[in-house]
């Protein structure tokens, strides 16, 4: 079956510092990859979203300077959070989809980040 | 309803009984998705209804979709302790490329 691995499942960094979260997918293509954040109330928001041999769209509010993405191919992809601080804070999911598949998103288990 | 300015939601149910739980969207979509979360985990996609289909039913599940006012639900029946969880809708614009979740329907199965 079609599986994503995220990694780590939490970090705690002090503010300023810089910490970075990799997605794996498995048995099936990564064609795109979506980064979202997750607050504790439980809303999305779209950071990005990368396709392979695309340009990666950054939605408003969220800066390739404070949140690069690299999606080298089919199966992998990461993000870092540069220069955390504390409105940084949340749950970190990737969502990855095969466009040649079903329409399905696949998340990892999400990479909760506490900023100090 | 999961859109709009509403916060997460919340319901709570005995075991056995059935649920519904409704969602409304904004914007023309071909695709309604339905996921569930459970505590620690990432969304899990449970179940996905299209703009020509009016009703979906996967086991327990029966989800519905009125294109016309831009609503879909998700019904359970004979809830049981392990459909706690939080449930989201998510929409899928022909032509985008990304989903767009509502806020969410925590669902409590009490024992």
């Known amino acids: 079956g079609a599986l994503v691995y995220q990694y780590p499942r939490r970090t705690i960094c002090k503010s300023g510092t810089s910490m970075r979260m990799e997605c794996q997918a498995v048995g099936f293509q990564a064609t795109s990859v979506a980064w979202y954040r997750q607050s504790p109330q439980k809303t999305f928001e779209l950071i990005a979203l990368s396709t392979v041999n695309s340009a990666i769209k950054y939605e408003q509010n969220f800066t390739q300077e404070k949140f690069p993405i690299s999606h080298p191919n089919l199966s992998f992809s990461s993000m870092t959070v540069l220069n955390a601080y504390l409105e940084d804070r949340g749950l970190y999911l990737c969502g990855a989809r095969d466009w040649g598949g079903a329409e399905t998103l696949y998340f990892g288990s999400g990479t909760r980040l506490t900023v100090l | 309803s999961q859109w709009g300015e509403e916060n997460l939601q919340a319901l709570s149910i005995q075991e056995g009984e059935d649920v519904t739980m409704n969602c409304s969207y904004k914007?023309?979509?071909?695709?309604v998705h339905w996921y569930r979360q459970d505590s620690g985990r990432g969304p899990a996609l449970i179940i996905l209804?299209?703009?020509?289909?009016r009703e979906k039913r996967s086991g327990r599940l029966r989800a519905t979709l009125d294109t016309s006012s831009q609503s879909s639900s998700l019904s359970i029946t004979a809830a049981q302790c392990e459909d706690t969880a939080v449930y989201f809708c998510?929409?899928?614009?022909?032509?985008?490329?990304?989903?767009?979740f509502g806020k969410g329907t925590q669902l409590i199965i009490q024992p």
């Open positions: 998510a929409t899928d614009q022909e032509g985008a490329d990304r989903l767009t």
């Open positions: 914007t023309y979509t071909t695709v």
């Open positions: 209804i299209r703009s020509n289909e």
